[in-house]
């Protein structure tokens, strides 16, 4: 049976264990059950304090015909290094003593408290993930979307796995194809520091109130590092361009038709040096199911992940669900 999650470290893998007491790992797990794409994608340590540098090869060595007595040039390949920094998400929250005490002092009880703080960054990371931009907003980490925000090979060569959905307005939307694994792309952390939500109970503190009342409380710490690294563009597709407004019409976007030309833009063997995941809104993912069942011979079916529950799935390729995946996207353009 086909697993999802069975060859590299997810987010709750590497908190687990960094943290042997398994407190960060039941952060970790509330983490997920709100947001798919962190149990599917991969944690490695960056080589850098800030990040991580990574070699790619640009171009391959060219080999040359001879004839009999007669010699041929030496070839090489060329590589580039990409240098993909982290960010750093932060936020405090507080609880009275007084609802404290009242709760039976339970650690239980204020990570409860704390869930909506959880929840927010969680969401916040999610949006980075997919629309965060250094070159805008140098404090976040770079997303996937500024990477392949072009459909002109001209201007970069990821636009060569950009697909166009048909759509020209503002209410756009995108479905992205991602491979991944070590050698194709996967999250990453500063060298040094651990993965994840880290939460630090800063204890008992004089408080202030909106107005510089004092009262007694106890305040958490939640902080994450989180970066993005992509090695090889090649593994990653983006079905740019999917005009939310026209799927509730008659000539909506051929879904599954883009689709299948995203895996198809995959190198071949993509499945077997990492992990393809079909990412989408809940929009999207409904109006697809809906063409499906208008078509059921169009393919999709249960996949069992590796631990026991079903996603849908489309070719033996798993689709989650990313409410971070904007319905007001852009035109990306030609």
């Known amino acids: 049976m086909a697993t999802v999650n069975a060859n590299f470290p997810s987010l709750v893998d590497v908190t687990t264990r960094l943290d042997p007491d398994g407190s960060l790992a ?48 030496a070839g090489k390949s060329t590589t580039a290094q990409i240098v993909d920094s982290c960010g750093i998400l932060e936020n405090y929250s507080v609880v009275d003593e007084v609802l404290y005490n009242l709760n039976g002092q339970s650690a239980e009880w204020r990570l409860s408290e704390d869930v909506a703080f959880i929840e927010g960054i969680n969401q916040q990371m999610a949006t980075s993930m997919f629309y965060g931009n250094s070159s805008l907003n140098p404090e976040q980490p770079q997303g996937f979307a500024p990477r392949y925000s072009t459909r002109n090979v001209a201007n970069a060569e990821s636009a060569q796995n950009v697909l166009h ?114 990412y989408m809104n809940r929009t999207v993912k409904s109006w697809l199911e809906i063409q499906t069942v208008e078509n059921p011979r169009l393919g999709l079916h249960e996949l069992k992940t590796g631990d026991g529950e079903e996603r849908t799935a489309f070719r033996g390729i798993p689709i989650s669900v990313c409410d971070a995946i904007l319905t007001t996207e852009a035109t990306v353009p030609a």
């Open 26 to 73: 039941a952060v970790a797990e509330l983490l997920t059950q709100t947001n798919e794409i962190l149990m599917d994608m991969p944690f490695f340590e960056g080589n850098l304090p800030t990040g991580h540098k990574g070699t790619v090869r640009t171009s391959l060595p060219a080999a040359a015909w001879r004839l009999l007595n007669q010699g041929v040039p």
């Open 165 to 278: 959905g048909g759509g020209s307005s503002t209410d756009n939307t995108s479905i992205w194809l991602i491979v991944w694994g070590k050698n194709t792309c996967h999250g990453i952390y500063p060298k040094g520091s651990k993965a994840g939500l880290q939460v630090e109970d800063l204890g008992k503190k004089t408080l202030f109130d909106a107005a510089g009342g004092r009262y007694q409380g106890y305040e958490t710490q939640y902080q994450w590092m989180p970066g993005y690294h992509v090695r090889d563009w090649r593994y990653l597709v983006r079905i740019a361009n999917i005009d939310v407004s026209d799927l509730s019409t008659v000539s909506p976007a051929n879904l599954i038709r883009l689709m299948i030309r995203a895996i198809n833009l995959l190198p071949s063997g993509a499945r077997t040096i990492g992990r393809p995941v079909f």
